[in-house]
């Protein structure tokens, strides 16, 4: 499950009901106090089941009506809400118009200590009579209600709810569907709440205010769950020990007291050993230290900062494990505050991969995170005349407004812009150019290159803020641009127009690939390795040819290795593209690494991967 949408009306400075859309990866972009870490700390409430506090409900508006409203799609095709019998959203009419699970929850914002009045879904639901409040019903009242109807239950388990209020509805079979609010707060609708709650995404967030030390919660939540996991691990054997030091303890107590006993055997009568067992966790303290013995809270800030990210990050998966949530969203303020620009590019590189596995959301006052996105996932907080909010998408229109705000120049250090087709394309072309680079080859690592600043990549996916800004073909500099193919041997590639239109302009190239896609280039072993490394043993007996799907290939054979009870064609079209990203992630981000000289000139007898560096190499003199 996804969120693609927020709401807010009457929660601080959003008086006027105000939305935000949310990508893979989306970076809120505003001046100070505009209502960035207001959007994080709105979904941390609504996602982890928080309250507002008594400042929290919006000055100028109407408290008592603060609501958060979240809509969410890639949706589960079975959910279990009210019974432990699986039923499907759609099916229980609980989707709104565009196909959207859309929760509103409403807070008493004017009380002293606010809390949640209401929680419902905004659907197309039923609203004739007898069947507007199926969902609201129990086990008992919905066999009441069907036989009150004449409703035929031959064929269903009465048992299940989601069965009866089906048999019901077809019954009926003028439903009245409308748009409107279905309770989950009274009856039935609890049960529902509670189980719909659990297909939501685990929400973490990493606020810019806090603590940098290594007793900070991130880095010590990690940490003690760890000593924990290692104590369960040994509970047997600890168990042992402690049986063996009460007993050794309690006999030498009984042999003291006799000794006394001979002495006083008043005072002997008084006294009784005891033994009194301590956790083991209480006798371990965790701190973190360098190489050099220092520990992270005696580092500079930043690097105490990046430390406690990544520790952020370990503890947000354990969120996910332990609540056996589905998804994600790693919420991070200014994931930049105290980082050197090399230390930024690799965030925003480390967060972009992140993105293919978790929804991220980031806010940012530094021109380099938001101009090396697509603009597409850039949201713009502009502050009204009648200090109202308005959230923006970037794109033509917004972005100038956006380049003004952040001071987007272009950087002097730039010698090269690489324009390619996704984020994807970037990581594999940094990952195998390290990898070349560290097995001999005489070419550029642009993963070095990009952390210097010499190195610009553009996705030409979408319009984006840093092709905008920079206006490339003003800046004087060189340009490299590579397109999948994206048709066979013979036919004219997919982007051939592109390519002849960059070729023409002076100190820049373009290339289609020969093969079918950059993936194509990827040795059978090197993909094998990746999925080794994760646990996972693919058999792939030979390369995949020139014109194959690779990515859907791999997530075939993933499949299949993982989730051999569904054939791969009864899977949604929905969940196979699914699966398909985290393969082309997976092949761009891990196996790109695993090659070397033997492995590519296997793959690509014909030197065009390596033509692509040689073109680079040249822009680069």
């Known amino acids: 499950m996804k969120l693609r949408r927020l709401r807010l009306r009457n929660f601080r400075c959003f008086q006027n009901?105000?939305?935000?859309?949310?990508?893979?990866?989306?970076?809120?972009?505003?001046?100070?106090?505009?209502?960035?870490?207001t959007i994080m700390e709105a979904l941390d409430i609504f996602l982890n089941d928080g309250s507002p506090d008594r400042d929290d409900g919006?000055?100028?508006g109407d408290p008592s009506d603060l609501t958060l409203i979240c809509e969410f799609d890639d949706l589960p095709e079975e959910v279990v809400i009210d019974e432990d019998n699986p039923t499907n959203l759609a099916d229980e009419l609980l989707l709104n118009t565009e196909g959207r699970l859309e929760i509103h929850k409403s807070y008493s914002g004017n009380a002293q200590n606010p809390k949640c009045t209401g929680v419902e879904v905004f659907a197309d639901h039923p609203n004739a009579e007898h069947v507007k409040d199926l969902l609201q019903l129990k086990n008992s009242d919905l066999k009441k209600r069907a036989k009150e109807m004449g409703v035929e239950l031959g064929g269903v388990d009465s048992k299940v709810n989601a069965q009866v209020r089906a048999a019901i509805r077809g019954h009926i079979g003028e439903l009245e569907i409308v748009a409107r609010m279905v309770p989950l707060n009274d009856d039935n609708g609890k049960k529902a709440w509670e189980g719909l709650k659990k297909y939501m995404p685990a929400f973490a967030l990493f606020k810019s205010d806090r603590p940098s030390t290594d007793q900070d919660a991130e880095a010590q939540d990690p940490l003690k769950a760890a000593v924990r996991e290692a104590i369960k691990a040994k509970e047997g054997e600890l168990q042992r020990i402690t049986e063996y030091v009460k007993c050794e303890v309690e006999k030498i107590a009984r042999v003291t007291l006799e000794k006394l006993r001979q002495m006083d055997p008043s005072l002997a009568s008084q006294l009784d050993p005891s033994f009194a067992v301590q956790k083991w966790e209480s006798l371990f303290k965790t701190s973190i230290s360098g190489d050099d013995g220092i520990p992270i809270n005696k580092r500079g800030s930043g690097v105490r900062r990046l430390i406690l990210l990544n520790f952020f990050r370990a503890k947000a998966e354990q969120l996910i494990k332990a609540e056996d949530r589905a998804s994600a969203i790693y919420a991070i303020e200014e994931p930049e505050t105290s980082q050197h620009p090399n230390n930024q590019r690799m965030l925003l590189r480390a967060l972009s991969d992140l993105s293919s596995e978790a929804q991220v959301i980031i806010s940012t006052h530094t021109p380099m995170l938001a101009r090396a996105l697509p603009d597409s996932t850039l949201r713009y907080v502009r502050v009204l005349e009648d200090k109202g909010r308005e959230i923006v998408t970037g794109g033509d229109e917004t972005n100038q407004e956006l380049a003004r705000s952040l001071g987007v120049l272009p950087d002097n250090t730039v010698r090269l812009f690489i324009a390619?087709?996704?984020p994807n394309d970037i990581t594999f072309l940094q990952g195998i150019s390290a990898a070349l680079q560290g097995a001999g080859l005489d070419i550029p690592n642009l993963e070095q290159m990009e952390l210097n600043g010499e190195v610009i990549f553009i996705p030409l996916a979408g319009s984006n803020l840093a092709l905008w800004s920079s206006r490339l073909r003003n800046l004087n500099r060189p340009e490299f641009h590579l397109v999948d193919r994206d048709a066979p041997l013979g036919d004219q590639p997919?982007?051939?127009?592109?390519?002849?239109?960059?070729?023409q302009?002076?100190?820049?190239?373009?290339?289609?690939?020969?093969?079918?896609?950059?993936?194509?280039?990827?040795?059978?072993?090197?993909?094998?390795?990746?999925?080794?490394?994760?646990?996972l043993e693919l058999h792939i007996p030979a390369n995949f040819g020139p014109f194959d799907d690779v990515p859907q290939d791999v997530a075939r054979l993933v499949h299949d290795a993982t989730d051999g009870g569904i054939h791969w064609d009864e899977l949604s079209e929905e969940k196979r593209h699914g699966k398909e990203k985290k393969a082309k992630h997976m092949l761009c981000s891990q196996a790109a690494r695993l090659m070397d000289v033997e492995r590519l000139r296997e793959i690509d007898p014909d030197d065009d991967l390596l033509g692509w560096f040689g073109d680079i190499r040249g822009l680069l003199a």
């Open 17 to 37: 009901e105000t939305s935000v859309d949310f990508d893979d990866i989306t970076v809120l972009i505003g001046k100070n106090d505009t209502g960035k870490s």
């Open 494 to 503: 997919r982007y051939q127009d592109h390519v002849d239109q960059v070729n």
């Open 58 to 60: 919006s000055k100028n």
């Open 505 to 535: 302009r002076q100190g820049c190239r373009a290339r289609s690939t020969i093969k079918r896609e950059i993936e194509n280039y990827l040795h059978k072993d090197a993909i094998a390795e990746a999925y080794a490394g994760n646990g």
């Open 420 to 422: 390619v087709e996704g």
